[in-house]
């Protein structure tokens, strides 16, 4: 036999030796008489001797590991009293992460068109107000033009307008003084230089005819009475006076009517040509352009791209969908980009029928949650909606929450363990941390500080437990010091002077 083979022989028998003693180990661990504890945890508490219940059944003294107190620290050992405080037990449920449909988008252009250019692709974010694409549209084009051209009536109208009310004003500044009889050289003044047009000759030749027969009948009176002139002349005189005085009023009436109708008439046009413009621009902001993009209306200098209408983004978002290319014919039935707000997320669960009492405790609470992809970091959601109706096909309902997603690490379609706290608020019972408790050989057991560096091995009875404490029914009291955390330290220390026995 070679050295090698000879080796090799010595290892294969040590081997089998070392394995033959730890299974014997194991089987007096487990052929050892233990006793089951059935009590509450409140009984538990007023046992004095429930701690060696174990070993008072079998007549043997409590096993114990002796650690020095100096290693502790190294082996990062920490011991922590059992209490008797509120608990709240978790139960867990798998949920999804989803979009939140309050912030997504489904992109439509409204009008028909090309897209001439297409500025994001998929995974882009963008901020509100962005152009996400520019899209061809003749009926854009259309549009912009007929306001440009109703833009320029309305400016010409409204110029006009100006213009016939300051004549309006002005005549009937010269109806009133000749009805006040003013003299020639007062009208002249008061109305130098101001516009009148074919109003101011009109008015003025008859009110000049009119004046000037008032002078002659006034200078013939006198002569009338002398004899000098035949009553025939006087009554001439005054018949032609009655006649200018006639023909002076109904101008009067005629022109102040005239000037009436030519006020509203212009007025009228004004307020034609800017309702033309508003529904022009009213049509265009249908269309998607704001007020900015109207504003700069100009075909000269725009030439084609008068005809292009921008498609925005409605809110800050991330794209997630793109079916758009370059060139390709769009219209209002063509969706061309999804867009949805990442930094807040839905947490959705199906909730059975025998679990839906819990449902009326969580509205409106927060949640926490744990996913095996960040299993160092917490979330938490808020729940908004905890379901009315039950699915007739799983038999669940619904409920909703909604997480902050500000770092983007909740994936919409991933898996996640969602927490649900059970039970009253006010609810106590003894309980430990969940690192205190041991497990070897399917018993549960914690090591108890008895003082310095001696810890006593005790086997106990595990309740309910939740995220991070175990409720303790049996095997432990209120106050007594038991490891949580470190614990390994001393399982395989007690392991180890098992194998030496």
């Not at 409204?110 to 509100?128: P, T």
């Not at 993009?293 to 983004?313: F, M, R, T, W, Y």
């Not at 769009?330 to 947490?347: C, E, K, R, Y």
């Amino acid at each position: 036999m070679t050295t090698h083979s000879l080796k090799q022989s010595q290892t294969t028998l040590f081997v089998g030796l070392a394995a033959l003693v730890i299974c014997g180990v194991g089987a007096w661990w487990m052929m050892a008489p233990r006793t089951e504890h059935t009590e509450a945890a409140g009984h538990a508490a007023e046992d004095d001797s429930t701690g060696q219940a174990s070993s008072a059944a079998s007549g043997d003294s409590p096993q114990s590991v002796e650690f020095p107190q100096d290693l502790w620290e190294t082996a990062s050992i920490e011991v922590g009293p059992a209490a008797i405080s509120p608990f709240r037990q978790i139960f867990e449920l798998t949920g999804k992460v989803e979009i939140n449909d309050d912030r997504r988008a489904h992109i439509y252009p409204i009008v028909d068109g090309v897209a001439e250019e297409v500025n994001i692709k998929l995974g882009d974010r963008v901020k509100k107000g962005d152009v996400l694409a520019i899209v061809q549209s003749k009926e854009a084009g259309q549009a912009k033009l007929k306001l440009f051209q109703d833009r320029l009536e309305r400016d010409f109208v409204t110029t006009r307008d100006g213009w016939t009310q300051e004549i309006v004003t002005n005549t009937r500044n010269l109806i009133d003084l000749i009805r006040q009889d003013a003299p020639l050289d007062e009208i002249k003044k008061q109305l130098q230089g101001k516009p009148i047009g074919s109003y101011r000759d009109t008015l003025l030749s008859a009110y000049i005819t009119k004046y000037t027969l008032e002078k002659t009948v006034d200078r013939l009176s006198p002569l009338t009475q002398d004899g000098a002139i035949s009553g025939k002349q006087m009554l001439e005189a005054k018949a032609q006076l009655d006649a200018a005085r006639f023909t002076l009023q109904s101008l009067l009436e005629q022109i102040q009517h005239e000037t009436v109708q030519e006020s509203l008439r212009s007025t009228h046009s004004v307020k034609e040509l800017e309702t033309r413009v508003s529904v022009d621009e009213a049509a265009l902001k249908i269309l998607g352009l704001d007020d900015e993009d109207l504003k700069n209306i100009e075909p000269a200098s725009q030439g084609e791209a008068i005809s292009h209408v921008p498609v925005l983004a409605p809110f800050d978002g991330t794209v997630i969908t793109k079916d758009v290319v370059l060139m390709e014919r769009v219209g209002p039935n063509t969706q061309i980009v999804s867009l949805a707000d990442l930094s807040t997320v839905w947490i959705t669960a199906d909730i059975y029928e025998d679990h839906m009492p819990l449902l009326n405790k969580l509205d409106g609470r927060t949640i926490q949650l744990r996913s095996s992809v960040w299993p160092d970091q917490k979330f938490e959601a808020q729940v908004f909606y905890t379901g009315d109706i039950v699915d007739q096909s799983t038999r669940t309902i619904s409920l909703r929450a909604i997480a902050d997603n500000e770092k983007r690490m909740l994936k919409p379609g991933m898996f996640i363990n969602v927490l649900l706290e059970v039970g009253e608020e006010n609810e106590k019972a003894l309980q430990v941390p969940l690192t205190a408790i041991q497990e070897h050989e399917g018993r549960s057991f914690v090591f108890v500080h008895t003082g310095d560096g001696t810890f006593e091995v005790r086997d106990v009875s595990r309740g309910r437990q939740n995220a991070e404490n175990v409720e303790i029914l049996t095997g432990l009291k209120p106050g007594e010091e038991v490891v949580v955390n470190g614990g390994f330290a001393l399982k395989s220390r007690m392991l180890a002077s098992l194998l030496e026995e």
